[in-house]
């Protein structure tokens, strides 16, 4: 079993365990098929199937992320581990309202903060479909390298590979400033 943690909280989201009561999101989510495009797409498992999974959850692999602003739920990221993954395997997901504000980074970043804290002797591991461009920006902005391709008999054969070991991945310092920050900074030099 994961040690469970209550929430962490980024500037606009607070990412937090899920319970049985969020079945119904997670249900939506995960069978929604533009979210899931390049995801294998959907579960197609049912609400009851989720709120019966969500009641025996001893891992880190449902999470809810939630607004701030609303406290509304907008997406869902996890850690796998355990029986999913030898290292820990970071995930995002968040409704389509809510992409291309730099979200997505800044959940990414702070599951990579969580899984230092809880797993430092692990790995950190993403796997992408070549086409998942957002995924990709995100997955270089950690400072995950290349570690070639997927090859399974399941959906994600073919996928793209990226580790960091995650008691020496590069502070958040050295990441790539977000493209708000290169434009703040570009007004400041001007
Ligand atoms: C992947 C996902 C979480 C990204 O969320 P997001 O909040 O839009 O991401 P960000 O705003 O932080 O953007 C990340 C980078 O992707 C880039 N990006 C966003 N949408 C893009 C697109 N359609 N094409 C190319 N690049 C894109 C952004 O420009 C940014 O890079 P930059 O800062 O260098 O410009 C979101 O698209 C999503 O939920 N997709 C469906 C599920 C999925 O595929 N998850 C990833 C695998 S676990």
């Not at 197609?44 to 406290?71: H, M, N, P, W």
């Not at 591991?125 to 399941?154: C, E, F, M, Q, Y």
Request: proline share 6%; charged share 25%; hydrophobic share 40%.
């Amino acid at each position: 079993m994961v040690k469970p943690f209550s929430y962490v909280t980024t500037v606009n989201a607070r990412i937090r365990m899920s319970t049985p009561d969020d079945a119904p999101f997670v249900t939506a989510i995960e069978n929604d098929a533009e979210l899931k495009q390049l995801l294998g797409g959907p579960s197609g498992k049912s609400q009851e199937f989720y709120r019966t999974f969500l009641s025996a959850s001893e891992d880190l692999r449902f999470l809810i992320v939630e607004s701030l602003a609303s406290g509304f739920p907008i997406g869902l990221c996890g850690l796998l581990t355990g029986s999913l993954s030898d290292d820990c395997e970071v995930r995002v997901i968040l409704t389509k309202d809510f992409w291309g504000r730099g979200l997505g980074t800044e959940v990414a970043t702070a599951l990579k903060k969580l899984a230092a804290e809880l797993f430092p002797s692990k790995v950190l591991t993403a796997k992408a479909h070549p086409g998942n461009a957002p995924s990709l920006a995100i997955i270089s902005r950690l400072g995950l390298v290349p570690d070639g391709a997927v090859s399974s008999d399941s959906r994600d054969n073919g996928w793209l590979a990226f580790r960091a070991p995650l008691a020496t991945a590069p502070s958040n310092q050295t990441m790539r400033p977000t493209a708000a920050r290169r434009r703040e900074r570009l007004k400041d030099e001007l």
